[in-house]
């Protein structure tokens, strides 16, 4: 098995070696040692503007807690998808999921059931606009500031909950943290609005969210 | 590579598992080094009396930094109409890309970078969006993906959820969308398409069964060139959903939302 891993390790080399970085990194090598004679007009091959590493996207993760009314509060995980417009909208696309738990009238009747355990997960995704309200930088103690910016963020989506689609509104706002220039830590508050009959009258009810992730930008 | 070499003699001690993990390690680091050591740069040379340097990509960064005249920077990545930036000093700022215009490349020529303006979108050949409306009474979000086949005339799938009081709905159709000013920043178009409406009655009402039933639409709508990458676009259609029952079902929908081209 190992003697396999080395072809591979080896093919890897082979391939670093076989591209042009390899060999541009090889010739900067050569050249170090001696000055150069005239220094030339055009020093290095351009990489196309259109080439720079463009990074609007972002996606990640979020754990949190989600309060279901009527069915307790619980963990929500979930998956985040955002497309940066301009440096003050963004769009995003998010999904999550909770096991809610039983009503406390179920609970308290001991033997009534008003869901089966499928019902009972709480999925639910969304599309949403959101703006960057208040840009700048934050400090952590005294000597480290990083990026980071509060957002609103509002959008509409689907909730599957107790066998129906039922669709919702979210709104809310959310801390974006960058540590690095690629890497975000998100903190969220938010409210999902939709209306509910599971319990015998349809009433609109608020389901409030608070999740931390984070986000990788590419 | 030291450190990968290191991993390698480390994994040589402990048992197969571990030996595998240490080779797995040395494998991945093996293969981001070319990346890391090759990562894509772009220099420019300063062409205005000094090129400022601000803390983040967007308005209420402050500037902390200034590159002068002549001074050649290096283009590192671009987030929205940022672009981070690298001082031969070794300072790492974000400049805007209006002020990035005024730079040079190495050849002499001015900086010439990508900014997505209408005439990229009326080139466009791919463009995917999401909207939300009413598709009769019942509230609609859609997603869709067109294809452009020609300017006038693009290729539309879509997928739509409408969400009633009684049932929902799952649509999924296919259009084929003629645009009359293609090249127009308020561009209007006609869409004629045909697909599936599948119905599900709501759990707590009874005895009723999901059904499937074919559907034709047509109709029209605006599409708008906002910015960037983005449009917004509003229409409304017609559906026909040829039911089982004696008559077919005749719904009204109108949605708008926003778009990306690329």
């Known amino acids: ?218 | 590579m030291a450190s990968a070499l290191e991993v390698c003699a480390l994994g040589a001690g402990p048992g197969r598992a571990a030996r595998a993990i240490a080779w797995l390690a040395a494998l991945a680091a093996l293969a981001l080094a070319p990346l890391a050591a090759c990562a894509a740069t772009y220099e420019v040379i300063v062409e205005d009396p000094y090129l400022e340097l601000h803390t983040g990509p967007g308005r209420g960064y402050p500037v902390f930094q200034i590159a002068e005249r002549g001074e050649r920077v290096e283009l590192i990545r671009r987030r929205t109409d940022w672009f981070q930036v690298r001082l031969p000093r070794g300072e790492v700022g974000w400049v805007p890309l209006a002020q990035l215009r005024r730079t040079l490349g190495l050849d002499g020529e001015p900086f010439d970078v990508l900014a997505y303006e209408l005439a990229d979108y009326t080139e466009r050949r791919w463009e995917v969006g999401a909207l939300y409306g009413d598709f009769g009474g019942a509230n609609v979000i859609s997603v869709y993906g067109a294809f452009g086949m020609t300017p006038n005339l693009s290729l539309e799938l879509w997928l739509s959820q409408a969400l009633g009081r009684f049932s929902d709905s799952k649509i999924a159709s296919l259009d084929v969308v003629h645009e009359l000013f293609p090249d127009k920043r308020f561009s209007p178009y006609i869409a004629l398409g045909a697909g599936v409406v599948k119905t599900d009655p709501k759990a707590t009402l009874v005895a009723t069964t999901d059904r499937s039933d074919a559907a034709a639409h047509a109709g029209g709508g605006l599409r708008a060139y906002l910015t960037r990458r983005f449009l917004f676009r509003a229409e409304y259609k017609s559906y026909v959903v040829f039911t089982s029952r004696d008559d077919n079902e005749e719904i009204r929908e109108w949605k708008a939302g926003f778009s990306f081209f690329f």
Not at chain 1, 149 to 154: A, D, H, M, P, V
Not at chain 1, 156 to 171: E, L, M, P, S, W
């Open chain 1, 1 to 218: 098995m190992e003697s396999r891993l080395l072809v591979l390790l080896l093919s890897g080399v082979m391939a670093a070696g076989l591209t042009g970085c390899g060999r541009h990194r090889a010739l900067e090598a050569a050249d170090a040692g001696q000055p150069p004679v005239i220094e030339p007009e055009l020093e290095r091959r351009q990489i196309e503007p259109a080439d720079i590493d463009t990074e609007d996207f972002e996606v990640g993760i979020y754990a949190g807690q989600l309060s279901v009314e009527d069915f307790g509060v619980n963990t929500v995980v979930g998956v985040r998808f955002a497309y940066h417009i301009t440096e003050s909208f963004f769009v995003e696309a998010a999904g999550g999921r909770s096991d809610t738990e039983p009503t406390s009238f179920e609970r308290l009747s001991g033997a009534a059931q008003l869901l089966t355990d499928d019902e009972r997960e709480y999925s639910y995704y969304n599309v949403s606009l959101g703006y960057n309200l208040l840009p700048g930088e934050s400090f952590i103690g005294r000597n480290r500031a990083f990026n980071s910016s509060l957002y609103l963020i509002g959008g509409v989506g689907n909730t599957k909950f107790a066998g129906d689609d039922r669709f919702t509104i979210n709104f809310g706002m959310g801390l974006r943290l960058l540590p690095l220039d690629w890497l975000a830590v998100h903190a969220d508050v938010r409210d999902h609005v939709l209306d509910n009959d599971v319990l015998g009258r349809k009433k609109t009810t608020h389901n409030l969210e608070a999740h931390v992730g984070f986000t990788f930008f590419f």
